[in-house]
């Protein structure tokens, strides 16, 4: 059974239990919608733990399969609450670190939908820092005793057990000595007192642990491991779609409303929302495979939540905006957003702290082990990168930019064939893959210089056959690859920069609100990738002019809605793209214009005066920046093109269309 198969057989079931009633559709409803038989009824149906090994009550499917489910129940605001952080945090947790006496103890109750876990990490004074927690397991016979105090404990009132975080010895290193445990919450001396939220709701709690015994079993992992193994877990909750879509509801009520505004402002904001949630949903699926590889994907788990929670939040905003005067559903569900929100920036780790754990892995504590420019997974896509700056002068002190030196440039560019790069040797072209004319792209771009490849690569496929619609989809995807090029180059130069700038006796990467901004230009870059690596993924072979095959007829590119073309260089027409391949281009070059605008305006404030100076060479990638932004089609245009198709489409075409990562699986 695939992903798409999985979609199938949820919305099914969603759909039947919505006809019937059965449940109402919430904001926010991985934590306020308690169903005690939801659960038990998905457990029943295979549906929850279906990732794990067979032996432990799962089906061996890919994260990427639970990806699929767990966005088809946030859709339609689902009652997952009661068996939500067992599932998707603490069962992966023990999986990977428990004995077997403790998989047989916990693993069946999470995947029967029976089990209803806490998570006990949060201490009263302690803020986001983990590794200040207080709460002590003593050794005694047969395991611990624990006492100590966790608060923000959600759902410990219904909870059957419960995750806990606490130090089992005390080392030089506060991040040394912690241990995690999962205890039954019928164990004696455990207190739970309610924390009512703004919305007057209780899902939140106080929890005091008055020496509770800990069987020896309940250990998870490693005694005194429990800060690496917590830190990995983090990417199973913070990298979820949980972290963007909980105000989703909204957006159906929204685009099904009387009074709609559909001007060219609320078409840009339509058109933001399919353009972040395409990029978000893409690094969600990346996450989901990172973890079937085995990793531990630290870097964009925070970056999707950081990223998600403002999206989440936007989507409130952008309600009131295009509606302005909405009906009485509507209405009631943004006033349960509104009064949701504030803790979207704080759970699973406040804003601040995920800057800071991105800030550590660019500005590490030896800051002689940073690693400015990080490479590309693909190794193809790398090495072509490193070429085309070879080739572009070796760094951004070496390229030749007299006219002189920008002709020379481009006759070796043409001499090496790359104007012609993915269009097809029987149309004339120099073959290889759309990918490898973007990293091409890409690597220019990163010294500040295109040599025009990209005109150059459209021209060149406008003559094979391809469209005119074609044609501004594939310009708009090249514009992504220069942007997105530059801006790593810009953030490269700044992080070298900041590290080697001392100012104060200390170098500026020491001063917080550095971190913060490279922190903040990092995730946006990421962001940006997303969106362009999706882009070639899904419109990609769509957007290379068909290649002729032995009789003479053309061959369309995957996905092809709409028919090949006539074989090229005979009048064709392209080979079609569908609404979809199109969205993906324009969403590609909206959001990487978004990450550059941000680069190019912070990375100057970093680099003080000098940023401002003629013959430093920031200016050469800020300025490629800015010039790609509004060329073609601009930022301001690709969104409004996708909000007429959101507002075309409907909810629907949105989800399943415009955003959707793997239309084909």
């Not at 794990?52 to 088809?72: F, I, K, Q």
């Not at 995807?477 to 100012?503: K, N």
Request: proline share 4%; net charge negative; charged share 25%.
């Amino acid at each position: 059974m695939s992903s798409s198969e999985i979609r199938t057989r949820i919305r099914t079931l969603l759909d039947e239990w919505l006809s019937a009633g059965r449940f109402t559709p919430t904001v926010d409803c991985w934590l306020r919608s308690v169903d005690r038989d939801f659960s038990r009824a998905l457990g029943e149906a295979g549906l929850l733990g279906m990732t794990w090994p067979v032996e432990y009550g799962g089906e061996g499917r890919p994260n990427t399969d639970r990806l699929a489910l767990t966005e088809e129940m946030l859709r339609v605001g689902a009652p997952v609450t009661a068996h939500w952080i067992a599932e998707r945090q603490i069962g992966p947790a023990v999986l990977r670190a428990g004995t077997e006496e403790l998989k047989a103890q916990v693993l069946p109750d999470i995947v029967a939908g029976r089990a209803i876990i806490g998570l006990g990490m949060s201490e009263p004074e302690s803020g986001s820092d983990l590794a200040s927690v207080r709460t002590r397991a003593v050794p005694t016979e047969g395991g611990w005793i624990l006492n100590g105090h966790k608060i923000w404990t959600t759902q410990a009132h219904n909870a059957t057990g419960m995750y806990i975080l606490a130090r089992t010895s005390e080392e030089e290193k506060k991040h040394q000595g912690l241990s995690e445990f999962v205890i039954d919450m019928d164990s004696p001396g455990i207190e739970v007192s309610p924390i009512v939220d703004l919305a007057g709701e209780h899902h939140f709690n106080e929890v005091r642990y008055t020496d509770v015994f800990v069987p020896r079993e309940r250990l998870i992992g490693t005694e005194g491991e429990g800060w690496k193994q917590v830190v990995e877990q983090l990417s199973f909750e913070r990298g979820g779609p949980e972290r963007a879509l909980s105000t989703w509801v909204l957006v159906p009520e929204v685009l099904a409303a009387d009074g709609l505004r559909t001007d060219e402002g609320a078409l840009r904001d339509l058109g933001q929302v399919v353009a972040e949630l395409s990029a978000l949903r893409h690094m969600y699926r990346r996450i989901a495979a990172a973890l079937d590889a085995g990793e531990a994907p630290v870097r964009l788990a925070a970056a999707s939540k950081f990223i998600g929670n403002g999206f989440e939040k936007g989507l409130i905003d952008i309600a009131r905006r295009i509606v302005p005067t909405p009906g009485e559903n509507l209405a009631g569900l943004i006033q349960q957003a509104l009064w949701a929100s504030p803790a979207f920036g704080i759970r699973g780790g406040a804003e601040d702290v995920l800057l800071g754990i991105v800030a550590k892995l660019e500005l590490p504590r030896d800051l002689s082990k940073a690693t400015p420019q990080p490479r590309l997974a693909d190794a193809e896509a790398q090495e072509l990168v490193e070429l085309a700056c070879k080739v572009a002068g070796g760094s951004l002190l070496e390229v030749d930019r007299s006219e002189a030196g920008q002709d020379r440039l481009r006759s070796t560019v043409e001499d090496l064939g790359w104007t012609r790069v993915s269009v097809p040797e029987s149309a004339g072209g120099s073959g290889g893959s759309l990918a490898d004319a973007g990293a091409i792209v890409r690597g220019l771009a990163r010294l500040g210089v295109t040599a025009g490849l990209a005109d150059h690569i459209v021209a060149a496929h406008s003559g094979a056959g391809l469209g005119e619609r074609e044609s501004r989809a594939l310009a708009a995807l090249l514009d992504a690859a220069v942007l997105v090029g530059a801006g790593e180059a810009a953030l490269a130069l700044t992080i070298t920069h900041v590290i080697e700038r001392e100012q104060f006796g200390a170098p500026l990467a020491a001063i917080p609100a550095v971190k913060s901004w490279i922190a903040r230009m990092r995730m946006q870059l990421d962001l940006a990738a997303e969106a362009y690596d999706r882009a070639l993924e899904i419109a990609g072979d769509a957007l290379v002019a068909g290649e002729a095959d032995g009789d003479g007829a053309a061959r369309g590119g995957a996905g092809d809605a709409q028919g090949a073309g006539d074989a090229p260089g005979a009048g064709a027409s392209g080979t079609g793209i569908t609404d979809a391949q199109e969205a993906a281009a324009l969403s590609a070059k909206a959001i990487a214009a978004q990450a550059g605008g941000l680069v190019a305006a912070q990375t100057h404030q970093l680099h003080g005066a000098i940023g401002i100076t003629a013959e430093y060479p920031l200016h050469h990638l800020t300025q490629l920046i800015w010039a790609t932004r509004d060329a073609g089609t601009s930022e301001h245009a690709a969104l409004v093109s996708l909000g007429r198709m959101a507002l075309a489409g409907g909810e629907p075409v949105i989800w399943d269309q415009l955003t959707d990562s793997a239309p084909e699986d």
